[in-house]
């Protein structure tokens, strides 16, 4: 299945978006990404379930 959860506004938007694909995942994953595009944008990505993401994230720079 596809899921796609966007943002825009003023607020830390990595929250909001991890919150919106965690609330998608029950209709089954096999990866997740983010973008954020601001002055740096950047793109992450990774196979598995959205905590798998937000675990290679941690030791990154948001």
Same mark, same amino acid.
């Given at each position: /299945?596809c899921?796609?959860?966007?943002?825009y506004?003023?607020?830390?938007?990595?929250p909001?978006?991890i919150?919106g694909?965690?609330? !998608?995942?029950? +209709?089954?994953?096999?990866?997740?990404?983010i973008?954020? !595009?601001n =002055?740096?944008? +950047?793109?992450?990505?990774?196979?598995? +379930?959205? =905590?798998? !993401?937000?675990? /290679? !994230?941690s030791?990154?720079?948001?």
């Amino acid at each position: /299945m596809c899921g796609i959860v966007g943002y825009y506004g003023y607020q830390d938007a990595y929250p909001i978006l991890i919150k919106g694909l965690k609330r !998608l995942e029950y +209709r089954g994953y096999d990866s997740a990404g983010i973008a954020l !595009l601001n =002055e740096n944008s +950047r793109v992450y990505k990774s196979k598995g +379930r959205v =905590e798998d !993401l937000e675990n /290679m !994230l941690s030791d990154k720079d948001k």
